[in-house]
T-cell receptor, first 113, second 111 residues
Framework: AQSVTQLGSHVSVSEGALVLLRCNYSSSVPPYLFWYVQYPNQGLQLLLKYTTGATLVKGINGFEAEFKKSETSFHLTKPSAHMSDAAEHFC???????????FGTGTSLTVIP | KAGVTQTPRYLIKTRGQQVTLSCSPI?????VSWYQQTPGQGLQFLFEYFSETQRNKGNFPGRFSGRQFSNSRSEMNVSTLELGDSALYLCASSPPPGPVHFGNGTRLTVT
């Protein structure tokens, strides 16, 4: 079975500060890992994904994440927070060619001006 | 390219009624999956359809059902609605394997 744990349901950072959102996964087989962002009253938008290959993946809006197998982690980072980053962020895992994703409970990112 | 389209955006139903939600995937995407999002349970997988066949199913009661048509459009049906079915229902499509693209969802309120 697969699962995702997001540590910290709420994270606040100052505008321009480093963003770090934590995600740990559990999977018995090599995982595919994703980060999504959700703005109010909207669906989920893909920020970045890891399937195979390079463990440091870069996504949209300056976000990146590093797959660390030894730590079963896939933390999301951004060097400098922008007001538009304020939203709910979800980490997700899947391990097959189907689309049964397992989502974390989400981290609400607040950016303080 | 048009994104995933879900209709309607909002629905209000009464307990005991049934409801049908519609999803049009991105052109060329053959896989459609459905998720329920609630404040208490978060995002939970309902089911996935590929080429008109249900390929994966989550842990939901039989009141929740779906289908996919030959043009990949999908519908989800919930019968005998309960208050706890109030949620945002999200549809997602992808060209497997690949990242999943989500629609903006249908907000269902059961009174």
């Amino acid at each position: 079975a697969q699962s995702v744990t997001q540590l910290g349901s709420h994270v606040s950072v100052s505008e321009g500060a480093l963003v770090l959102l934590r995600c740990n996964y559990s999977s018995s087989v090599p995982p595919y890992l994703f980060w999504y962002v959700q703005y109010p009253n909207q669906g989920l938008q893909l920020l970045l994904k890891y399937t195979t290959g390079a463990t440091l993946v870069k996504g949209i809006n300056g976000f990146e994440a590093e797959f660390k197998k030894s730590e079963t982690s896939f933390h999301l980072t951004k060097p400098s927070a922008h007001m538009s980053d304020a939203a709910e962020h979800f980490c997700a895992v899947t391990t097959n060619t189907g689309n049964q994703f397992y989502f974390g409970t989400g981290t609400s990112l607040t950016v303080i001006p | 390219k048009a994104g995933v389209t879900q209709t309607p955006r909002y629905l209000i139903k009464t307990r005991g009624q049934q409801v049908t939600l519609s999803c049009s995937p991105i052109s060329g995407h053959r896989s459609v999956s459905w998720y329920q999002q609630t404040p208490g349970q978060g995002l939970q997988f309902l089911f996935e359809y590929f080429s008109e066949t249900q390929r994966n199913k989550g842990n939901f009661p039989g009141r929740f059902s779906g289908r996919q048509f030959s043009n990949s459009r999908s519908e989800m049906n919930v019968s005998t609605l309960e208050l706890g079915d109030s949620a945002l229902y999200l549809c997602a499509s992808s060209p497997p394997p690949g990242p999943v693209h989500f629609g903006n969802g249908t907000r269902l309120t059961v009174t």
